[in-house]
């Protein structure tokens, strides 16, 4: 029945060829699907965001957000406005980022050193350790005890006053210290993080972990 000029610029077709004619964006094999749609329509159901695929006439693929309303609350029958939004720009930056935060998880997990992220708070929960981890000093991921617990106990007091120090001013730490391993050793870590703080307003400390073992043992 209607047919504006976004629909004209998104689809191809002019409003001159669609306004009373058969709908031609739906593909063949999401006929079914639509037509089961259309009947919750005019059943009164409102659609809202309703993400589906839709096709241009040179046949470009469409990610289309669907939203509906009745012309007539009183009848619904009588026939519904649809509003498209195209998602296709979107969900191609959601795939860039994805693709992005994939090359970066491969980088850091390559890296010969472990990264880290922690909360900023006096027991340094943490939220998130790269997989070097286990081969450093043995533990799982999540199966390590809490991080005043792995320090070694000449080193317990001296470290945590350092980041709780840095964690008050938001400033860099730096330090060297001994880290329990599952098997009871101690491995020397230089241990190097930097507050950030994140769109959410929660601020995290991220940094990363070398093990610095061999150079102890020459000194």
Not at 50 to 71: H, M, Q, S
Request: proline fraction near 5%; include cysteine; aromatic fraction near 10%.
């Amino acid at each position: 029945l209607t047919w504006n000029t976004e629909a004209e610029r998104l689809f191809g077709w002019s409003r001159h060829e669609i306004v009373g004619r058969r709908n031609p964006i739906v593909g063949r094999e999401d006929q079914a699907g639509s037509a089961a749609l259309e009947r919750r329509v005019l059943a009164g159901e409102r659609l809202s965001a309703l993400e589906v695929t839709r096709y241009a006439r040179d046949g470009r693929k469409l990610d289309l957000a669907l939203y509906t309303a009745p012309i007539d609350e009183t009848r619904p029958r009588q026939g519904f406005l649809v509003l498209y939004v195209d998602r296709s720009e979107r969900k191609r930056a959601e795939e860039e980022l994805d693709s992005a935060n994939r090359r970066y998880q491969l980088l850091v997990e390559a890296l010969p050193l472990v990264t880290y992220i922690d909360l900023v708070d006096d027991d340094v929960t943490n939220v998130y350790t790269s997989p070097q981890f286990s081969e450093m000093c043995g533990w799982a991921p999540g199966e390590e005890p809490a991080f005043p617990d792995l320090l070694h106990p000449d080193d317990r007091e001296r470290v945590m006053a350092h980041i709780r120090a840095c964690n008050a001013d938001w400033r860099p730490f730096v330090d060297e210290y001994r880290r329990r391993r599952k098997d009871g050793g101690y491995v020397w870590v230089r241990d190097e993080s930097t507050i950030v703080d994140t769109e959410g307003g929660m601020p995290y400390a991220r940094g990363f972990l070398l093990d610095i073992t061999a150079r102890k043992q020459l000194e």
